[in-house]
């Protein structure tokens, strides 16, 4: 997934603004805490981040609002990024996994990346893109949203409609004394509710458009292994070798 910058979240407040606390990451190798209070507070942090995505999509099965899954999404990040400094990748990787399927049609954004050629791969290269790309958006997000220390991420209540029936969902991470980066999800009803199928950044920049340049290149030089292969080494790049 487009990176969102070195950011996380530390709260959530009940706010007209929907704002949520988030902060700049800082370092992803900051494991210093005994193992049986990393496995405790592991341990509570994925009950917790699992119940609240449940809750979430129950809420928004029931109101239909396209932003709850983005609100929902923010959430989860603040209740994993909080656990940021005392849990390795793997295992805010595990707890953000669920939170991302939830709030993103994963099958939409790689066959929007891919283009036309995903309807000619076999079921086989498209199921084992399937999994490389959905690892790799994983672990994007858990790369850049590792640690805390004091910045505001708001979901504004007020969406704006397109014409194939998508919503945009806009988003602002508030900076002190820095401008503020807006990012826009195209968000789309589909079986299982709302879910972001691209992300514009500085409500401009397409997240498909960009990956479908750079897949292009690959598939073009070395076909479906050039590209699974590609996506291999931004996880091992991201995870810091922890997930291969």
Same mark, same amino acid.
């Not at 997934?1 to 979240?9: D, E, L, N, P, R």
């Not at 983005?70 to 707890?95: D, E, P, W, Y």
């Not at 000619?120 to 790309?133: V, Y």
């Not at 199928?197 to 030089?221: E, P």
């Given at each position: 997934?487009?990176?969102?910058? *070195?950011?996380?979240?530390?709260?959530?407040?009940?706010? /007209?603004?929907?704002?949520?606390?988030?902060?700049?990451?800082?370092?992803?190798?900051?494991?210093?805490?005994?193992?049986?209070?990393?496995?405790?507070?592991?341990?509570?942090? $994925?009950?917790?981040?699992?119940?609240?995505?449940?809750?979430? $999509?129950?809420?928004? $099965?029931?109101?239909?609002?396209?932003?709850?899954?983005?609100?929902?999404?923010?959430?989860?990040?603040? /209740?994993?990024? *909080?656990?940021?400094? /005392?849990?390795?990748?793997?295992?805010?990787?595990?707890?953000? *996994? @669920?939170?991302?399927?939830?709030?993103?049609?994963?099958?939409?954004?790689?066959?929007? $990346?891919?283009?036309?050629?995903?309807?000619?791969?076999?079921?086989?290269?498209?199921?084992?893109?399937?999994?490389?790309?959905?690892?790799?958006?994983?672990?994007?997000? /858990?790369?850049?949203?590792?640690?805390?220390?004091?910045?505001?991420?708001?979901? #504004? @209540?007020?969406?704006?409609?397109?014409?194939?029936?998508?919503?945009?969902?806009?988003?602002?991470?508030?900076?002190?004394?820095?401008?503020?980066?807006?990012?826009?999800?195209?968000?789309?009803?589909?079986?299982?509710?709302?879910?972001?199928?691209?992300?514009?950044?500085?409500?401009?920049?397409?997240?498909?458009?960009?990956?479908?340049?750079?897949?292009?290149?690959?598939? #073009?030089?070395?076909?479906?292994?050039? #590209?699974?292969?590609?996506?291999?080494? *931004?996880?091992?790049? #991201?995870?810091?070798?922890?997930?291969?």
């Amino acid at each position: 997934m487009i990176s969102h910058g *070195k950011w996380c979240a530390s709260g959530s407040q009940n706010r /007209t603004d929907r704002q949520t606390d988030v902060h700049s990451s800082t370092s992803i190798s900051t494991i210093l805490m005994g193992r049986r209070l990393l496995l405790l507070q592991t341990g509570t942090v $994925a009950v917790l981040a699992a119940l609240a995505t449940g809750a979430a $999509a129950a809420l928004a $099965a029931e109101s239909g609002d396209p932003t709850v899954p983005i609100q929902q999404f923010s959430a989860t990040l603040v /209740t994993v990024m *909080k656990a940021g400094r /005392t849990t390795t990748f793997t295992q805010r990787f595990a707890m953000l *996994k @669920p939170a991302v399927n939830e709030a993103f049609d994963l099958n939409a954004l790689i066959r929007g $990346a891919v283009g036309l050629d995903w309807i000619n791969l076999p079921p086989d290269q498209q199921s084992a893109l399937f999994s490389a790309f959905q690892r790799y958006t994983v672990s994007n997000y /858990t790369a850049n949203f590792n640690s805390c220390d004091g910045q505001s991420l708001n979901v #504004l @209540p007020e969406t704006r409609a397109l014409p194939n029936g998508e919503v945009v969902v806009r988003t602002q991470i508030i900076r002190p004394g820095q401008s503020r980066v807006e990012l826009d999800y195209i968000m789309r009803q589909t079986t299982a509710g709302w879910k972001a199928v691209d992300v514009l950044s500085d409500g401009a920049i397409s997240q498909v458009a960009v990956q479908r340049s750079d897949f292009r290149r690959l598939l #073009l030089n070395g076909g479906v292994a050039a #590209l699974r292969a590609g996506l291999e080494r *931004k996880i091992t790049d #991201l995870s810091g070798g922890t997930l291969a």
